[in-house]
C-alpha cells in the first residue's frame, strides 16, 4: 500500500507558502511510506527534530482496483469511497529542502505524518460528484480550514490519470488531494476535528 500526496493543489494555499514557487502545470506528487499513517483518531505527538508542524487538512481517495496509464475519462471506475486526512508537514523541513532542491521526505513522510480519517463514506452517499464536497478543519474549535473539493487546482481524475502514467495505483492506496489556505502550526494539547460534508471524520488531539 501506498500514500500518494498532491502538493499545490488549491490556488489560495499554495500561494500562502510565500516560497516563491510558481503554480504547478502539473500534478505535484510525492509519497509516503504506510508507517506514515496515523488511523483511528489517536493522538498525534509532535516529533522532536521540527519546531513547526503544520497540519494540512485534504480530502482523502480510496484506490479500489489496480490502474495504470488510466485515461481521465475513466479514472472514475478506480474509488468510491473518501475519506479525510491530515498532511503533516515537518514546515521548517520543507522549507530548507525546497531551498536546497533536496527531497521531502524527512518533511513530509515521517511515522504518524499521515493522520486517515477510520471512516471512508461511499461517494454516492455524498451525492456522487467528486469535485462537489465540502470539508473543513476546526482547531480547538475554531475554523482554520474550510474548501470545497470545486476548488483543486487538478481534479481528482485528472491526478489518478496523471500518476498513473508513472505508477500502478493498487487497491488501497491513498491519494491525498491537497490542501487548502489555513494551515499552521500545532501545539502541544491541539484538538483537530475535521468533517466531510457535515459528517465528523477526524477528532483527535496533538500530544
Ligand atoms: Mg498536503
Request: hydrophobic share 40%; glycine share 6%; net charge negative.
Amino acid at each position: 500500500m501506498k500514500i500518494i500526496c498532491i502538493g499545490r493543489n488549491y490556488a489560495d494555499h499554495a500561494r500562502e507558502l510565500h516560497d516563491g514557487a510558481e503554480l504547478p502545470k502539473e500534478p505535484l506528487f510525492f509519497l509516503k511510506p504506510d508507517s506514515a499513517l496515523l488511523r483511528n483518531n489517536d493522538p498525534f505527538y509532535i516529533p522532536s527534530f521540527s519546531n513547526d508542524v503544520h497540519y494540512e487538512c485534504e480530502l482523502v481517495v480510496k484506490i479500489n482496483r489496480l490502474a495504470k496509464c488510466v485515461e481521465p475519462r475513466f479514472a472514475s471506475r478506480c474509488y468510491d469511497e473518501v475519506g479525510l486526512g491530515i498532511d503533516f508537514t515537518a514546515r521548517d523541513i520543507q522549507r530548507e529542502a525546497i531551498a536546497k532542491g533536496l527531497p521531502w521526505e524527512r518533511a513530509k513522510a515521517f511515522d504518524h505524518s499521515a493522520a486517515l480519517s477510520p471512516e471512508f463514506v461511499s461517494l454516492s452517499e455524498l451525492g456522487g460528484d467528486v469535485q462537489r464536497l465540502d470539508f473543513q478543519l476546526e482547531v480547538n474549535g475554531e475554523l482554520r480550514q474550510q474548501a470545497s473539493t470545486s476548488e483543486m487546482l487538478f481534479k481528482v481524475d485528472e491526478i489518478i490519470s496523471y500518476v498513473s502514467q508513472y505508477m500502478t495505483l493498487k487497491i488501497g492506496d491513498l491519494l491525498f488531494t491537497g490542501t487548502p489556505a489555513g494551515v499552521a502550526a500545532v501545539r502541544q494539547g491541539d484538538n483537530l476535528r475535521a468533517t466531510l460534508c457535515g459528517r465528523e471524520l477526524l477528532n483527535f488531539d496533538i500530544r
